[in-house]
């Protein structure tokens, strides 16, 4: 019943800015921890960013000063506001959420592509 959705993914030239959504249905992503993992071409998936359920962020160091991982609680999302972005952030973007159950859940992802 669990089901992540991202959406905002697209092809922006070097420097733009992207808006990543992560929608949720079946969870309450306000008291989970939710990440943004990325999968660049021929490279492991990277943790990006991550909340918690008690409000802390986590950045990258390639992401900090850039991105910024945020909780919208009326809509039940968690979002990626992308800035500045560069040829090398070019990747697929997933959702993942870690309940207190002990249960991990994905989304589709959603392909980001920075044009040079």
């Known amino acids: 019943q669990v089901q992540l959705v991202e959406r905002g993914g697209g092809l922006v030239e070097a420097g733009g800015s992207l808006r990543l959504s992560c929608a949720a249905s079946?969870?309450?992503?306000?008291?989970?921890?939710v990440h943004w993992y990325r999968e660049a071409p021929g490279k492991q998936r990277e943790l990006v960013a991550s909340?918690?359920?008690?409000?802390?962020?986590h950045h990258s160091d390639s992401a900090k000063g850039r991105f910024t991982i945020s909780r919208d609680n009326i809509k039940n999302t968690v979002d990626l506001q992308m800035n500045r972005l560069k040829p090398e952030d070019t990747a697929v973007y997933y959702c993942?959420?870690?309940?207190?159950?002990?249960?991990?859940?994905w989304g589709q992802g959603t392909q980001v592509t920075v044009s040079s």
């Open positions: 079946g969870i309450d992503l306000r008291i989970n921890d």
């Open positions: 909340i918690v359920s008690g409000g802390a962020t």
């Open positions: 993942n959420v870690y309940t207190h159950w002990g249960m991990t859940y």
